[in-house]
Structures are given as structure tokens and as C-alpha cells.
């Protein structure tokens, strides 16, 4: 999978996604990640590609021509005749989660606009734009560290790119519940001891302590997902149980 980013940062996004498995994944060549300078494709002999905004008003605008040539540039090495899913990173955007991530692994390539300043020029983003996504409540300074945190949990989904021991299959959001908490050694740690369960080798009762584990975590933690979790019969009961307890202590109080 090629990930695209048109940026003004592009070393940011190349030193940020040269480490760990995404950083492994590119040296298989099993991702590639395309930093595209936005400067680089500015008319202006500054190389500027930002303007102030028309009505006033704080701060500077990222114009339409130097992103539009950027993203042409790609379009036209790309040689397919379907239009390229396009990412604006914007905190007005539909909020990430794991189910996009999964969904976005199947493409062949992404472009990812990075805004800085006080944003981008409508226009180009209605030209460009398929998906403006943000990755939650809360306003940064530029879009890099949005593409970077996109492309980690995307890539992840990418087969070939984790491990067996690696698997994305058993983590959080899988089945829409949080995963079980984990433990390493020492045995005991500060006084605090791994669960007995853990140490017993008996795997099926591992199993069932990490799904209790996990419907446990989720109920206490982002109860709303509990609504579209996968949940068998066994599961039904022990969280009926969990939530009939908690009735209990609320009504003794
Ligand atoms: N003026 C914009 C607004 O109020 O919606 C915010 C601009 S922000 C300072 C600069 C850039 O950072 C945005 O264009 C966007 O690319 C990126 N950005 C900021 N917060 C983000 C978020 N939560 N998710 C994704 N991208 C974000």
C-alpha cells in the first residue's frame, strides 16, 4: 500500500514513520510512504504557499494552487483511471476509529492533506477531498501527527505487515471490546502479583479469564461499545452478572 502526504513538513512525516513495524513494514516494501513537499509546486519565488485570509481574521490560509498541483503530480504518476481516496486530517472531520482503519487497509494507495495555520482553502478541498477525518476533540497545530497516527493504525491492517506474534486480531476495538490487561515478569512486582490464572497454564481457563477480562475493562471503561459487541450466550450471562452486581451496590448505598 502507498501512503501519499502532501505536507510542508515532509521530514516529519519521514523520520516519523521510519521506526518500529511501520518503519519494517516500508523496508519489506510491503507499505511505502510518499512525503510531497507543497512548497515545492508554489509559483511564488518565496516558495510561500499560504495567503491571508479574505474577510479578515487571525492568522494564514494554505492556498488552492500549490496543493492541486501536489496532488496532480500524484494523480498523473499513479496512471489508474479511478479517482484516489482522499484524507483531509481536519478536526472537523468524522472522528477515526478502528472500523475506517480496517476499511482504508483495502485501498491500494491514500492521499493524506496535512492543513497548518488556520487551515486550507475551501475550494481545493471540495475539488480533492473524498474524507475529512480528524482524529478527535481537540485542535493541533498541523496535520502530520493526524496522517502519521491514520497510517500507523491503517498499515497495521495491512497483511503482512504485523507478525503472527504481532496479530491485530486479539487488541482492542476487535469484536468491539477493549483487550484484557497484560503482565510480564517478575511474578511479583512491588507487591503486586500476576494473576494466579496466568501462571496456571491451563489455557482454557487463561482464555476465559481474558474475555471475562475484556467485557469487564469495556463495561467499566466505554460501556457504549458494549452495544455492538460480539457477545455469545456465555459472554450475555457474565455481563448480565457484572451489571445485576453493580445494581446491587448502587441500591446499597
Ligand atoms: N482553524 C481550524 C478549525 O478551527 O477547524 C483548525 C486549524 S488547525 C490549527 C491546523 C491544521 O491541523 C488543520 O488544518 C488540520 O489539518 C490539522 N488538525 C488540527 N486538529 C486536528 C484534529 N483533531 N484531527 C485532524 N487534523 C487536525
Redesign the pocket.
Known amino acids: 500500500m502507498i501512503f501519499h502526504v502532501l505536507t510542508l513538513f515532509p521530514e516529519m512525516i519521514a523520520e516519523g514513520m521510519s521506526h518500529s513495524i511501520i518503519g519494517r513494514a516500508q523496508d519489506a516494501g510491503i507499505i511505502s510512504v510518499n512525503a510531497v513537499n507543497i512548497r515545492d509546486f508554489s509559483e511564488d519565488k518565496h516558495k510561500h504557499a499560504d495567503d491571508y485570509p479574505y474577510g479578515g481574521g487571525a492568522?494564514m490560509v494554505?492556498s488552492c494552487e500549490p496543493i492541486y498541483k501536489a496532488y496532480d503530480s500524484i494523480v498523473r504518476e499513479r496512471r489508474r483511471r479511478s479517482r484516489p481516496r482522499v484524507v483531509?486530517?481536519?478536526?472537523?472531520?468524522q472522528v477515526f476509529n478502528q472500523e475506517m482503519a480496517k476499511s482504508m487497509a483495502e485501498e491500494e494507495d491514500m492521499i493524506f492533506?496535512?492543513?497548518?495555520?488556520?487551515?486550507?482553502d475551501e475550494r481545493v478541498l471540495e475539488a480533492i477531498v473524498t474524507d475529512r477525518?480528524?482524529?478527535?476533540?481537540?485542535?493541533?497545530?498541523?496535520?502530520e501527527l493526524?496522517a502519521m497516527v491514520m497510517m500507523d493504525a491503517i498499515a497495521r491492517m495491512v497483511p503482512g505487515v504485523l507478525t503472527n506474534e504481532e496479530s491485530g486480531s486479539t487488541e482492542s476495538f476487535e469484536g468491539n471490546l477493549l483487550e484484557y490487561p497484560q503482565y510480564t515478569r517478575p511474578e511479583v512486582w512491588q507487591g503486586r502479583k500476576v494473576p494466579e490464572v496466568l501462571l496456571s497454564g491451563h489455557h482454557a481457563k487463561i482464555e476465559e479469564w481474558r474475555r471475562q477480562q475484556s467485557i469487564l475493562r469495556t463495561l467499566l471503561v466505554r460501556p457504549e461499545l458494549l452495544d455492538g459487541a460480539e457477545l455469545s450466550k456465555k459472554d450475555q450471562k457474565y455481563l448480565e452478572g457484572l451489571r445485576a452486581q453493580s445494581e446491587c451496590k448502587n441500591n446499597a448505598k
Open positions: 492568522g494554505m483531509y486530517l481536519t478536526p472537523q472531520g492533506l496535512c492543513g497548518h495555520y488556520e487551515g486550507v477525518v480528524s482524529i478527535g476533540d481537540y485542535v493541533l497545530s498541523g496535520g493526524a
